[in-house]
């Protein structure tokens, strides 16, 4: 009998519980890491943590929706690729940081401020440094700085935007 190192066995051990962990577990990496935790926790996690990327799968399957608001109107009213731009992802993460803060009793202008911020970094993580595409995202940007904060959603203060834009040229 021997109790020398079996590499081949333990070889196989990882890969049987990598297997049934994949198998058993059928959640997100995003999701795994919010199991039970508050909904303050949850949309800072949402918000601050994961890539636009892991936001959009996760968003896709609502997650605690009984706690969090998972809806938007995206750009709705405003183009949601302005000059062929995409930013529907970074408008919805956007709406759900608005929203979920404000439910939270959390909407604060320092919390508006970095959830802004946080928009104007997903819409420049679109843009992959193309300095046209980082004009449009700071219009946008300026938008929800100026009318965010008296606004529903992302498209309502864009709109707001170029409302008062038309105004003031139409003056």
Not at 11 to 37: F, H, I, K, S
Not at 39 to 68: G, K, N, Q, W
């Amino acid at each position: 009998m021997s109790f020398g190192k079996r590499p081949h066995g333990r070889l196989r051990l990882t890969v049987l519980t990598t297997l049934c962990a994949a198998l058993l577990g059928g959640t997100t990496t995003a999701q795994a890491a919010t199991t039970g935790q508050d909904p303050r926790a949850l949309t800072d996690h949402y918000l601050f943590e994961i890539t636009l990327e892991e936001f959009v799968h996760v968003r896709s399957e609502r997650p605690h929706r009984d706690e969090l608001d998972w809806s938007s109107d995206a750009c709705s009213y405003s183009p949601d690729e302005p000059l062929g731009y995409e930013f529907t992802a970074s408008c919805q993460r956007h709406d759900f940081g608005y929203r979920n803060y404000k439910k939270q009793g959390r909407f604060t202008e320092q919390n508006r401020r970095a959830i802004d911020d946080n928009f104007r970094a997903d819409m420049y993580s679109s843009c992959a440094g193309e300095a046209l595409c980082e004009r449009a995202a700071d219009l946008y940007y300026l938008a929800v700085r100026q009318f965010g904060g008296q606004s529903r959603s992302t498209a309502e203060a864009v709109e707001k935007a170029l409302s008062s834009a038309k105004d003031s040229v139409s003056d």
